[in-house]
């Protein structure tokens, strides 16, 4: 494959983060933004969407921050030449000296990894490891429906580094629990519990990969081309709240999403009472919190729904309620 550009005189060291949805990919690399990473150490980020708008690249946006974006799919199916292109936009800006390449919740981790050993993509970035993120409060639930648990497995197996979110909803025992379980699957890498213990990125930049070993490329040619992905089950909406929306109605009808048939859900939204105060809502399997937006811009205002029955003509039926009080509908 060819290059668009000469390739950098040595690979920049790439991290992967992956982690099922709603795990908390953005959350981590939003603190790790928020210190300044792409300022310290020169920092660049290429962020993989799965729905149709990229709701996460708004949510770490900054003015100096060397961002690509990938969206409307995995990226564990995207071509070679798409995600150099991303790669070689950023590298070629002369400011990156590393790279976090965050997929989407339902990406492939095998064929993540192989994609980076493309010789092009090799040419230019040096994969350090994989960090996989695993949401220890639904893991410490038996109820979930939505989730696959063979790709939630394959993205622990595959990674070097463990986080585990969410350990402060949980109690003590409960996270022990956790800790057992994603153990059992990969005791070689290395644990950390979020939020209290998250790691310094630069740790994880210069250290090498937390178990000593380096994912090589899964041996396969061509690169999982014919293997059915979990993603291929799942179905995404995307949404437009082009008015402010009633919160009480908002709040019921996140309570009535039914966790095995959407999954995971984020966007931003106005609320009536607070005409210029933007909110980010997310729900995941169940829960959903609804926090305000500081962006220096006002984002657009879309929303994505994720999961593996997506019904998306009801969907937007029961959203368009949510700008209508109910002592106001017609019976």
Wanted: proline share 7%.
């Amino acid at each position: 494959m060819k290059t668009s550009s000469a390739s950098p005189t040595a690979p920049v060291p790439l991290l992967l983060l992956t982690g099922f949805l709603g795990s908390g990919k953005t959350t981590l690399l939003r603190h790790w933004l928020n210190g300044g990473l792409h300022r310290t150490c020169g920092l660049g980020v290429v962020m993989n969407d799965f729905g149709p708008v990229s709701v996460d690249s708004l949510l770490v946006a900054q003015a100096d921050l060397p961002v690509e974006t990938m969206g409307s799919g995995c990226i564990c199916c995207a071509d070679e030449q798409t995600l150099e292109a991303a790669i070689v936009r950023l590298t070629d800006a002369g400011t990156v000296r590393a790279l976090v390449v965050e997929t989407s919740g339902l990406a492939d981790p095998a064929a993540t990894i192989e994609l980076l050993h493309d010789p092009a993509l090799a040419a230019r970035v040096r994969l350090q490891g994989v960090i996989t993120i695993v949401d220890a409060e639904a893991t410490a639930r038996t109820d979930l429906d939505g989730v696959d648990a063979s790709l939630w497995r394959a993205q622990i197996r595959f990674a070097n580094w463990l986080l585990l979110s969410k350990c402060d909803r949980l109690q003590p025992e409960e996270v022990a629990r956790v800790e057992v379980t994603v153990g059992r699957l990969n005791p070689h890498a290395r644990l950390y519990r979020l939020p209290e213990g998250t790691p310094e990125p630069a740790v994880l930049l210069n250290a090498g990969a937390g178990n000593g070993k380096i994912p090589p490329a899964p041996p396969s040619a061509p690169r999982r081309r014919g293997v059915r992905h979990a993603h291929q089950a799942y179905q995404t909406c995307g949404f437009q709240f082009t008015r402010a929306a009633d919160r009480s109605a908002l709040e019921r009808f996140f309570h009535r999403l039914d966790a095995s048939q959407i999954v995971r859900a984020k966007g931003f939204v106005r609320l009536r009472g607070s005409p210029r105060q933007w909110f980010a809502f997310h729900y995941v399997l169940g829960r959903h919190a609804l926090e305000p937006y500081h962006g220096s811009e006002p984002p657009n205002p879309v929303s994505v729904f994720i999961g593996p029955r997506v019904d998306a003509d009801r969907l937007v039926r029961r959203l368009e309620r949510v700008f209508t009080p109910r002592q106001h509908r017609h019976r």
